[in-house]
């Protein structure tokens, strides 16, 4: 388990996309100096922050997940 402060998951630098070679882009959330969280767990966790901290409707199931993930 991690702890992770609201005002950290709804900090400006949290969310950050890579662009992938098939022209997708694939979610990171950098929550800490050693904690990137893809999807599905930080799409999950992106929508709670856009919803309920920034107060933005966005939509997460488009999201891809790292292919490291599907082997």
């Known amino acids: ?3 992770v402060r609201l005002d950290r ?3 400006d630098d949290v969310p950050h996309w890579v662009d992938r070679p098939d022209g997708s882009r694939l979610l990171q959330l950098r ?3 050693s904690m990137t969280i893809h999807a599905p ?3 999950m966790l992106l929508q709670f922050r856009e919803v309920v901290l920034v107060g933005r409707e966005t939509r997460v199931a488009d999201l891809l997940q790292p292919d490291w993930t599907h082997t």
């Open 31 to 33: 929550i800490g100096d």
């Open 1 to 3: 388990m991690h702890f």
């Open 41 to 43: 767990t930080g799409a």
């Open 9 to 11: 998951l709804a900090a």
